[in-house]
RNA sequence: GCCCAUGUAGCUCAGUGGUAGAGCACUCCCUUGGUAAGGGAGAGGUCACCAGUUCAAUCCUGGUCAUGGGCUCCA
């Protein structure tokens, strides 16, 4: 007698061994047609396996996240085996799921093209149509290996390979495709009908920039129509706030042939810059940094001394004078040593904080580059702060205070948290990495939020830990970081007197809430679509006219906002209100103030805000105050 | 850096082996209009750059540069 227990609680008692597809379908022919596979004691199994004890089973159907996962790896096998049919001499080798969907990476002699790629998707509903089985069978490595080889098939040869030969490896068959697989699969490829191809890509075997390049077919597939039609919105959606496009659209920067990887900032992205920056700048001396400026070019024997020549010399940008060799600064911890290192320091003046708007360049792989994301010139709201080793966790802990606050000031509420511990390549004692460690998942622990640990993910010379933040559509961005260092401040010869009149290296704690200005104002401007709160917009009203008749009231009342602080502009054109509020609602300005006889003769301003919000008419000095309260 | 795609007016994009097209934006004229596009006219391009094939190249071929999607990398 075998008792299956049911995620209900409920329990199904059978005299012989079972199959999950058996037990579906004896709680429901409903239940049989949804199921996709099983999870039996925890493990997901195909519908095929056999239960033969007593065991908890749940039935995955395609309302189970685990079902949609499992769709999207078959639709990856139907894409394989499309590509067979249409490309016997293809290759397979590996296709994963991913976010919304998947990959296949295939070898062949070309890369597939778009019109390939139509044609496989063509291939794959009809073998969707043809619902062929999909039939698992097993198989010792070393037969494994000989099947393959015999195939032709020489990438799932080496993988399996690599696989210890004491395994046993499961095939998925369905009509004359075979792939190796760990599983589980749908029972058949009728399964599979929401599913598109998307794009083809190259890829290195293995992720090796070493080896060859294959070409990859990305696909997305869900369970339902409709969500993949959502999907699909979502995608041009996010195009539509790609900062790339709004910064041209709201002329805030552009970049050109001429300085690859490098902004040209246009008055209103630098208003927005410098609206950013101010507020930084702000946080730095409300929180006892000491803002410095060191120079972009530096001799060589810095970099030398700091170990960047050795390790990224192809990564800088370099210079030569009078027979010197200099570089560009790709980072600013070596200048703020610099800074550091005049005088002799005290322990008494510990921890010493500086900051820096520091500009930055890193010759960055051609392929890299994207917008304003990923550039050779960026300008970091770094800073370093030199203390003792006692002082690293109190100063870890006011350092994530402050950066949750900074996030939330930019709109930004959800933050993950990441612990990156010891590499396998690294300098220190195991005893100072064991402390700096501690110091940070202490000062994480004391704030009381969730953090996740990466281990091996620190860098060589401490651990560090990140800040991903999450924007309005769901993706998460890595922007700050902190990271204890005990070994550029000694290559850099910096040290302080301590109590008892030694001589001390101090810690350099690496931190910045930002990162990359550049970055994070691509990051605003995604995260608001270009409709920026006020305090950060870089046009914050228009006052628009009616007529000609009201262009000195605008202008007196345009001056007078401006003395006051606000970035305001006038549109005294010779254009109807309709042009103009359509000009600059999608200019998304936050405020439009409308003057006409009325307003002038009544000494007032009729306000709109941004998204057809009618706020009336109001007195000039409420105006005044519904901006300030925002600014 | 590697693979693929792309590069035409300020922007978004059509198009063709034989003197280059649209919409928006811009300039001028008419219009003075009350909450998301009033009307008319005009100006605007070495079709990314360099070679080659051709009587003729924006179009075909090769190279270079840049951009985009990925891969690799990200101190």
Same mark, same amino acid.
């Given at each position: 007698m075998i008792t299956i227990r049911l995620p209900d609680g409920s329990t199904r008692s059978f005299e012989n061994p079972v199959t999950v597809a058996q037990v579906a379908a004896n709680i429901g022919a409903g239940l049989m047609r949804a199921a996709l596979a099983g999870r039996v004691d925890g493990q997901l199994v195909d519908l095929s396996t056999a239960i033969d004890r007593d065991v908890d089973l749940a039935i995955i159907t395609d309302k189970d996240e685990e079902g949609l996962d499992i769709v999207r790896h078959s639709t990856a096998h139907l894409l394989a085996h499309a590509v067979k049919e249409l490309f016997p001499e293809a290759q397979v080798t590996i296709g994963p799921v991913i976010e919304n969907g998947f990959f296949y990476d295939f070898s062949y002699k070309r890369p597939f093209t778009p019109e390939d790629l139509e044609l496989i998707e063509k291939r794959m509903a009809e073998i969707s149509k043809k619902d062929f089985a999909v039939t698992r069978e097993v198989m010792g490595r070393d037969e494994a290996v000989a099947y393959f080889k015999g195939l032709g098939e020489a990438y799932k040869a080496e993988i399996i390979e690599s696989? @210890?030969?004491s395994e046993t490896l499961s095939l998925y068959r369905q009509g004359e495709f075979v792939d190796l697989c760990r599983g589980p699969h749908v029972p058949s490829t009728g399964k599979l009908k929401v599913f598109k191809l998307t794009h083809v890509a190259g890829a290195y075997w293995r992720g090796d920039s070493k080896n060859e390049m294959l070409t990859r077919v990305y696909g997305t597939a869900w369970t339902k129509k409709e969500d993949q039609e959502a999907y699909l919105f979502r995608l041009e959606e996010a195009e539509k706030r790609d900062h790339r496009r709004l910064g041209k659209q709201l002329d805030l920067f552009h970049i050109q042939d001429e300085a690859p990887g490098m902004v040209f900032w246009h008055p209103k992205g630098w208003a927005l810059w410098q609206a950013v920056e101010q507020y930084m700048r702000q946080v730095y001396r409300d929180n006892g940094y000491q803002e410095i400026r060191c120079p972009q070019i530096l001799d060589r024997s810095l970099w030398e001394k700091s170990g960047h020549w050795e390790n990224f010399q192809k990564n800088m940008f370099t210079t030569e004078s009078e027979s010197r060799d200099f570089a560009i600064k790709p980072m600013n911890c070596p200048g703020h040593v610099q800074v550091f290192n005049q005088g002799i320091r005290s322990?008494?003046?510990? @921890?010493i904080r500086y900051g820096e708007f520091g500009s930055c360049h890193r010759n960055e792989p051609s392929g890299s580059l994207h917008g304003v994301m990923r550039v050779r010139g960026f300008t970091q709201d770094d800073g370093h702060i030199f203390c003792t080793e006692d002082q690293i966790q109190s100063e870890v802990l006011s350092f994530i205070q402050l950066l949750q606050k900074v996030y939330k000031d930019f709109g930004f509420e959800d933050i993950q948290y990441k612990l990156a511990t010891r590499p396998q390549q690294r300098v220190g004692s195991d005893e100072i990495w064991d402390k700096a460690e501690s110091a940070l998942r202490n000062a994480l622990e004391s704030t009381g939020v969730a953090f996740a640990v990466l281990p091996g993910e620190g860098a060589f010379y401490g651990p560090k830990i990140e800040f991903h933040l999450r924007d309005s559509i769901g993706r998460t961005w890595q922007c700050g970081t902190i990271q204890a260092d005990f070994s550029m401040p000694g290559r850099l010869g910096a040290e302080y007197v301590a109590e008892d009149n030694s001589k001390q290296v101090p810690v350099m704690l690496h931190r910045a809430i930002l990162g990359s200005l550049e970055r994070f104002i691509g990051i605003l401007i995604e995260h608001y679509a270009g409709a920026l709160p006020v305090w950060l917009a870089p046009v914050q009203a228009v006052v628009a006219t009616i007529t000609s008749n009201q262009v000195e009231y605008a202008e007196k009342l345009v001056n007078t906002l401006k003395e006051k602080g606000f970035r305001v502009n006038a549109d005294l054109r010779n254009e109807k209100i309709n042009y103009k509020i359509r000009a600059h609602s999608m200019d998304k300005v936050p405020y439009q103030i409308i003057v006409g006889d009325k307003e002038v003769s009544s000494h007032t301003v009729s306000v709109r805000g941004r998204g057809d919000k009618d706020l009336g008419v109001m007195t000039q000095e409420a105006l005044f105050t519904l901006l300030q309260q925002e600014s």
């Open positions: 696989i @210890p030969a322990y008494r003046e510990l @921890p």
